[in-house]
């Protein structure tokens, strides 16, 4: 593709680009940043600017695209959205002092796992780089945030949890050695999830050896023993094949990745992918926004660190009861200290993100405003402790020192102006009074319009020539000017240098060297406050240990801060943790719902589950009636109590559990050309064959993809199945419509019907919301879909099928009774008509609860419950 006589310039450009092959490279020309040939063409597409060409006289036009270098940034993030990686070359030597063709090198790539600019990252999110390794039979797993510092690794033999792990971490990026390319696991988990930028290296970069050195030097350390990572051959792989693209892309060593977190992953709560989007944990299945999320909900920091902080214990909820409960001390504390707590978190809204300050900085990168930032961050810091004296757990107290930092704070304040601009290179960044040099510099550019006023006068008095000027052009830097007129009377020792028509311009010795003293002063103080700002950052840099530190501690401050003030605000209550299954929840609401439904109030719902009697409830109800969201509550209350928060419910207690699986609706996935029962009975399987004692399992509704009878039968089956899992069972929450499947209570030891009241109304329904004992046999559908607007010629022609339907099954059944269709009536239900309307009532709502399965008491305290709570119905 290179022309026949490339000139020294695309000679140069193409040896550079021969380096770089799958990457766009911003080639610098002066103010541009150019493009060539194949990248022209699809940087001009993407970026929607002209595509011209090099040469155009020539038999073989280059085509060529530009963008201007001080406008780059927009248009790289712009690609790199898009999934592509840019190289930057830019011109390492002076334009002006190169003897030639100017050098050039690639200074960076950006690549959507490299991001360092603010602009280009979400503040409350990571922005992570994954990589993945194969060591015999086990698979290591590494993560990087480079803007953060934040480098984690682990290592299991088990892949499918190496998946799973990969969707937790949601990497924006992903580098695989060549041989895991074509790996089962991996070339379908690829394939299925096309967003991932896949980046594919050598396996060389992933072998143990090398990468262990690696990070050895990366560190400075001589073991790896003090991460905890010393045998994890594969983990290390990962983690060293990250540091190998940090230098190939970064092309400099990183400071603040200073150390490396090793983690197993049966330390945490797992909820897989899927479950994840069922339960809305933090992405709203219809926006995908945090709206309508329970991070939307929980996340109340105030800082950028303590939002990715919390996003983080979302994902990762503890699984040890000690490391809860110290955080349950740290909210409780927090909870009862109202105004300290307030206090605090006023004083830490102006901390800065000090991870990505701190990480930009040490990288080189970063302005005098960002040094500001810093500082402002680190002073801050002083009042917090003060704040934080006032609680008494020992977890507000930082084990660290900050002196140092107070340091380096006030060196930042003595040397940076509070109105420094945002570029580096054109001065105006530094104090007066920080350095002497510097300050002689400012005072001669900035006397020189002073002194050249004097001088015009000295030299008005000396000539007596009074319309004598001191001017200023690029062409012959200062002069005086002097009417033609008068041009007799200027003294010797002015030299000529200009005739015009009506005036003669001259230097003087006296001109010329003040010229040179402003002109090359105005220079020089640029180039030494750049020198300043750029030991300054180097401090931060030797600092970054410390702000790391410092940046962690206040990201765990405002997330227990932020527990205690969101529990206080939604009524929330210190759950018990235990580690025997139990699940008893005394009045549970769900955390979202709550705040998002309008018009009604939402009805709390106590549940007990246990491994004994309560194992599998099987939970039936209209549609509407609040199936889905009492399954989900429970499961959102297990993840809240897990990462430390109190949970919305009177009183709970918590069994901890290992994994949650869901099993939710129909969610299409059509695009990865897989039918809704297919993937329903994918999910399904993979509940089945990875659940244990200790999971928790959610199934809204199996086997409806299909015609009835299979859909039930399966459902059966998985209901049975779950019950008997590994001898023990486990844990698990069913909301069907398959009334027949209510039977199963009488077949299974540890299954109970619940089902979710109603009240029938003039042939409307009620919805009471109200979890209570025992199963139901109506679906309320035809109700349902009148609440929905289907018009009332369908509702009544579906109410004639569902009779008829209804009268055959009955008959079918050898039943004599024919009155089917809408009345609601049980075997061995009394008669309606025998009782006053008051009473009438009562016998309803007696009759929804089964009172047969409860004691007389019981019964009397759920009707008057169901009368104090529900707002929906009068009785
Ligand atoms: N406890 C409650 N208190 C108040 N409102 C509730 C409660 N539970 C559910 N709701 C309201 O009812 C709506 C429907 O609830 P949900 O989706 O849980 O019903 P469902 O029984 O699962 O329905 P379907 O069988 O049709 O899927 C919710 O969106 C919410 O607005």
């Not at 993560?143 to 799973?164: C, K, M, N, P, W």
């Not at 109340?300 to 009861?321: D, F, K, N, S």
């Not at 949970?647 to 709970?652: I, L, N, R, S």
């Not at 009172?851 to 019964?859: D, F, G, N």
Request: charge should be negative; hydrophobic fraction near 40%; glycine fraction near 8%.
């Amino acid at each position: 593709m290179a022309p026949v006589k490339a000139t020294p310039m695309m000679q140069q450009y193409l040896s550079i680009k021969e380096r770089y092959p799958d990457v766009l490279l911003f080639y610098r020309m002066g103010d541009f940043f150019e493009m060539f040939f194949e990248d022209a063409r699809l940087a001009s597409r993407e970026l929607e600017i002209t595509l011209t060409s090099r040469n155009k006289n020539d038999d073989a036009p280059i085509p060529m695209c530009g963008v201007p270098y001080r406008a780059a940034q927009g248009y790289i993030a712009r690609l790199i959205e898009k999934g592509y990686k840019v190289a930057i070359c830019d011109q390492v030597e002076d334009p002006r002092a190169a003897k030639g063709l100017v050098k050039r090198e690639v200074v960076r790539v950006v690549t959507p796992g490299m991001i360092i600019e603010d602009e280009l990252l979400d503040e409350k999110a990571n922005n992570f780089i994954l990589a993945v390794s194969r060591h015999q039979q086990t698979t290591g797993l590494a993560s990087l945030d480079i803007s953060t510092g934040s480098f984690r690794l682990t290592e299991t033999a088990d892949v499918a949890a190496i998946i799973d792990e990969i969707r937790r971490v949601a990497p924006r990026e992903i580098l695989i050695p060549e041989s895991l390319k074509a790996d089962g696991a991996f070339a379908s988990f690829f394939d299925a999830a096309p967003d991932y930028a896949v980046t594919v290296m050598q396996d060389r970069s992933f072998e143990y050896a090398g990468s262990r050195q690696r990070l050895l030097e990366q560190f400075d350390t001589l073991s790896l023993e003090g991460f905890g990572c010393a045998s994890m051959k594969a983990g290390v792989g990962a983690a060293g094949a990250l540091i190998h693209y940090v230098s190939e892309t970064q092309r400099q060593k990183i400071e603040h990745l200073s150390a490396v977190q090793t983690y197993f992953l049966g330390k945490f709560l797992v909820v897989d992918d899927q479950s994840c989007r069922n339960l809305e944990l933090s992405g709203n299945i219809r926006t995908g926004s945090r709206h309508g999320t329970l991070l939307g909900i929980l996340d109340q920091t105030v800082t950028a660190m303590g939002g990715r902080l919390l996003a983080h214990w979302l994902r990762y909820p503890l699984l040890e009861p000690e490391a809860i409960q110290s955080r349950f001390d740290a909210v409780a504390e927090a909870g009862e200290q109202m105004q300290a707590r307030r206090d605090l978190r006023e004083r830490l809204k102006p901390v800065r993100d000090l991870e990505r300050l701190g990480g930009k900085l040490s990288m080189g990168h970063g302005n005098a405003r960002d040094l500001t930032a810093l500082k402002g961050s680190i002073q801050a810091l002083a009042g917090i402790f003060d704040t934080l004296s006032r609680f008494s757990v020992p977890l507000y107290a930082y084990d660290g020192d900050t002196a140092a930092l107070d340091e380096l704070a006030g060196l930042i304040d003595r040397a940076i102006r509070e109105d420094a601009p945002p570029t580096i290179t054109e001065g105006g960044m530094i104090r007066t009074g920080y350095d002497q040099e510097l300050d002689e510099l400012i005072r001669i550019s900035r006397d020189g319009k002073g002194w050249l006023a004097e001088l015009e006068a000295k030299e008005r008095d000396a000539t007596g020539i009074n319309s004598l000027k001191v001017r200023f052009n690029k062409v012959f830097g200062y002069y005086i000017e002097v009417p033609r007129a008068h041009s007799q009377r200027v003294p010797d020792h002015y030299v000529r240098k200009q005739t015009l028509v009506n005036a003669e311009r001259y230097i003087t010795d006296d001109l010329k060297h003040f010229e040179s003293r402003v002109l090359g002063a105005e220079d020089q103080r640029a180039a030494m406050e750049q020198d300043i700002f750029m030991a300054l950052r180097d401090q931060v840099k030797a600092h970054h240990g410390g702000i790391q530190a410092i940046a962690r501690f206040v990201a765990r401050v405002d997330c227990l801060t932020t527990f205690a003030e969101v529990a206080q605000n939604n009524g929330y209550h210190r759950p018990d943790i235990n580690t025997d299954g139990v699940i008893d929840i005394h009045d549970g609401r769900h955390p979202v719902v709550e705040q998002l439904i309008t018009g009604e109030r939402f009805v709390p719902n106590s549940i007990v589950m246990d491994n004994r009697e309560n194992q599998v409830l099987i939970i039936t109800g209209p549609n509407m009636a609040g199936k889905s969201t009492v399954l989900r509550q429970v499961a959102l209350m297990t993840i809240m109590a897990q990462m430390g928060s109190f949970v919305p419910a009177q009183q709970a207690n918590i069994g901890i559990t290992d994994r949650i699986f869901t099993r939710v609706g129909a969610l299409d996935n059509l695009s990865a050309g897989q039918s809704t029962f297919m993937v329903e009975m994918q999910e399904t399987a993979n509940i089945v064959n990875n659940a244990t004692a200790d999971s928790l399992v959610i199934l809204d509704e199996i086997g409806r993809g299909t015609s009835t009878y299979d859909g039930l039968s399966i459902a059966w089956a998985v209901a049975e199945y779950l019950h008997g899992l590994n001898g023990t069972g486990t844990r698990t929450l069913f909301a069907t419509h398959y009334h027949e499947l209510t039977d199963l209570e009488n077949q299974l030891d540890r299954v109970k019907n619940y089902n979710i009241a109603v009240k029938e109304w003039n042939d409307e329904i009620i919805f009471l919301r109200k979890l209570v004992k025992g199963g139901t046999n109506r679906s309320y559908g035809i109700q349902v879909a009148r609440l929905a607007g289907i018009p009332e010629p369908v509702i009544r022609r579906s109410k004639k099928i569902l009779a008829r339907i209804e009268a055959g099954k009955h008959l079918a059944a050898g039943e004599k009774d024919e009155a089917g269709a809408g009345s609601g009536k049980k075997d061995g239900h009394v008669q309606l008509g025998l009782f006053s309307p008051a009473e009438r009532k009562l016998v309803e709502a007696i009759q929804m609860l089964d009172v047969s399965r409860m004691t007389p008491l019981e019964a009397l305290n759920t009707l008057n419950e169901l009368q104090i709570k529900s707002q929906s119905v009068v009785y």
